[in-house]
């Protein structure tokens, strides 16, 4: 079983910043793809962000330039770099990552819990 525990969310007036982690733990051989997605109220869970195992990334249009995603390996961790936030940045952040908890087993895919992220003056 894999665990992943998300922190760093919270409220900040437009134009700030915030940091969010997702680390993963529990029973892990590789992770491939890690990434972000969030959810506001009344609209369907959209991705933010995906980092994979090589570094390659992809971003949503609304957050490239803004949002950086990044990932260390060594502590099955991913983070999300989150600048110049606005209003319509609010919302449930939730992190994925594929885990493949053994050699040769298809990847799987696990959630977290979700962060609040509220960017209102």
């Known amino acids: 079983q894999v665990q992943l525990v998300e922190s760093g969310g919270g409220w900040v007036q437009p134009g700030g910043s915030l940091r969010l982690s997702c680390a993963a733990s529990?029973?892990?051989?590789?992770?491939?793809?890690m990434g972000w997605y969030r959810q506001a109220p009344g609209k369907q869970r959209e991705l933010v962000a995906v980092?994979?195992?090589?570094?390659?990334?992809n971003y949503a249009d609304s957050v490239k330039g803004r949002f950086t995603i990044s990932r260390d390996n060594a502590k099955n961790t991913v983070y999300l770099q989150m600048n110049s936030l606005k209003p319509e940045d609010t919302a449930v952040y939730y992190c994925?990552?594929?885990?493949?908890?053994?050699?040769?087993?298809?990847?799987?895919?696990?959630w977290g819990q979700g962060t609040q992220v509220t960017v209102s003056s």
């Open positions: 994925n990552a594929e885990v493949s908890e053994h050699k040769g087993w298809v990847p799987f895919d696990y």
């Open positions: 980092i994979i195992s090589g570094g390659s990334t």
């Open positions: 529990g029973t892990i051989f590789s992770i491939n793809a």
